[in-house]
């Protein structure tokens, strides 16, 4: 009797379709959609009013948890991407509104200084072999301590405002700030994040970049024999997690005309538990952009479901809680089938 070599056997479609890393968080989206349209007591979560609402909340998150993600399938975290946040807009603020500069060339100074952040960040990790957790925490705090100091000592507040004063504003807002599809009121930042999950999508599976960033987050030393650049791709991933916190600060800022020195602390557990949600694992090699996607939306339908069933918003943080807890374990199941490891 001949047996089939078990590398070359057919897997099938509903196989295939258990071992992708952003099942588990399609599942939980859909029962988590429907279960909030029961409990809806305003008759709108099911409908576009509801949708663009939780879009809403769910785009700004998307955005960082896709290069989070990314981040983590390489094997690596990144705790300043919150505090990022806040620092890019008061930076931009105080650009424009201290140093007279114009809205375009903030935003560009912006972005350079987010990724000046990032590379740092990267560089400090890969050369002093600490762990990015410690890296980017220490980060954290050098930030927010920036962030409060830097932001009282030139304005004597801990907020910066008034930037739509500055030459650019409403060409700037209409690319980044604005809504579409009237009446419901959809976030440009919706189109973005779409935008982001696709690109993400693609160079995770379709270029070379995307090898690296598995094969790294796999096992580093076996990439780096195989001619992998391990030290240029986590760099590289650290300074895109600053980036796109940069541009969701650039977008709140010209969003709210202003930026208080505490936004977006604490949004970093948020974005990780995005990203875990979708089917990252904490130790790295699995995960998708895709997946972190989905992640950012149920986490968008849990903040505004829980408000339109009528709920105490505190239990936000239990319901989430719960959500990583069950996301871990199906993680687990679907890593070890997507690995071929016995159930």
């Given at each position: 009797?001949?047996?089939?070599?078990?590398?070359?056997?057919?897997?099938?479609?509903?196989?295939?379709?258990?071992?992708r890393p952003e099942i588990?968080?399609?599942?939980?989206?859909?029962?988590?959609?429907?279960?909030?349209?029961?409990?809806?007591?305003?008759g709108k979560f099911a409908?576009?009013?509801?949708?663009?609402?939780?879009?809403?909340?769910?785009?700004?998150?998307?955005?960082?948890?896709?290069?989070?993600?990314?981040?983590?399938?390489?094997?690596?975290?990144?705790?300043?991407?919150?505090?990022?946040?806040?620092?890019?807009?008061?930076?931009?603020?105080?650009?424009?509104?201290?140093?007279?500069?114009?809205?375009?060339?903030?935003?560009?100074?912006?972005?350079?200084?987010?990724?000046?952040?990032?590379?740092?960040?990267?560089?400090?990790?890969?050369?002093?072999?600490?762990?990015?957790?410690?890296?980017?925490?220490?980060?954290?705090?050098?930030?927010?301590?920036?962030?409060?100091?830097?932001?009282?000592?030139?304005?004597?507040?801990?907020?910066?405002?008034?930037?739509?004063?500055?030459?650019?504003?409403?060409?700037?807002?209409?690319?980044?700030?604005?809504?579409?599809?009237?009446?419901?009121?959809?976030?440009?930042?919706?189109?973005?994040?779409?935008?982001?999950?696709?690109?993400?999508?693609?160079?995770?599976?379709?270029?070379?970049?995307?090898?690296?960033?598995?094969?790294?987050?796999?096992?580093?030393?076996?990439?780096?024999?195989?001619?992998?650049?391990?030290?240029?791709?986590?760099?590289?991933?650290?300074?895109?997690?600053?980036?796109?916190?940069?541009?969701?600060?650039?977008?709140?800022?010209?969003?709210?005309?202003?930026?208080?020195?505490?936004?977006?602390?604490?949004?970093?557990?948020?974005f990780i538990i995005a990203?875990?949600?979708?089917?990252?694992?904490?130790?790295?090699?699995?995960?998708?952009?895709?997946?972190?996607?989905?992640?950012?939306?149920?986490?968008?339908?849990?903040?505004?479901?829980?408000?339109?069933?009528?709920?105490?918003?505190?239990?936000?943080?239990?319901?989430?809680?719960?959500?990583?807890?069950?996301?871990?374990?199906?993680?687990?199941?679907?890593?070890?089938?997507?690995?071929?490891?016995?159930?």
């Amino acid at each position: 009797m001949t047996t089939t070599d078990e590398r070359v056997q057919r897997v099938g479609f509903l196989t295939k379709l258990g071992r992708r890393p952003e099942i588990g968080a399609l599942v939980g989206a859909l029962v988590i959609f429907f279960g909030f349209a029961g409990f809806d007591t305003t008759g709108k979560f099911a409908g576009m009013n509801g949708l663009a609402r939780w879009t809403d909340v769910a785009s700004t998150i998307g955005i960082v948890s896709i290069a989070v993600a990314l981040l983590m399938i390489a094997g690596e975290f990144d705790l300043s991407a919150g505090v990022m946040i806040g620092t890019s807009g008061l930076f931009m603020g105080l650009l424009i509104t201290e140093w007279g500069f114009g809205i375009w060339p903030s935003i560009a100074i912006t972005m350079v200084a987010a990724l000046a952040v990032g590379a740092m960040n990267g560089w400090l990790v890969v050369t002093t072999g600490l762990p990015s957790f410690i890296v980017t925490l220490a980060t954290f705090f050098a930030l927010r301590g920036i962030n409060l100091g830097v932001t009282k000592a030139l304005t004597d507040t801990v907020r910066v405002a008034g930037i739509d004063v500055g030459e650019g504003y409403e060409s700037a807002a209409k690319i980044l700030a604005t809504d579409f599809w009237q009446p419901y009121g959809f976030r440009i930042s919706v189109i973005w994040w779409i935008f982001f999950t696709l690109f993400a999508t693609w160079v995770l599976t379709r270029t070379k970049y995307g090898n690296w960033i598995y094969a790294v987050g796999g096992d580093k030393n076996a990439a780096r024999n195989t001619g992998v650049p391990v030290k240029f791709t986590k760099i590289t991933l650290f300074m895109t997690t600053s980036a796109a916190s940069a541009l969701v600060g650039i977008m709140t800022l010209l969003r709210l005309r202003s930026m208080q020195a505490g936004q977006g602390v604490g949004q970093e557990f948020t974005f990780i538990i995005a990203a875990v949600v979708g089917g990252c694992l904490l130790t790295g090699g699995f995960g998708s952009a895709i997946g972190a996607s989905i992640g950012a939306a149920i986490i968008g339908m849990a903040f505004i479901g829980i408000a339109y069933a009528g709920w105490n918003t505190d239990w936000t943080w239990l319901f989430l809680g719960l959500i990583l807890f069950a996301a871990v374990m199906v993680n687990s199941v679907i890593s070890k089938r997507a690995t071929g490891a016995k159930k």
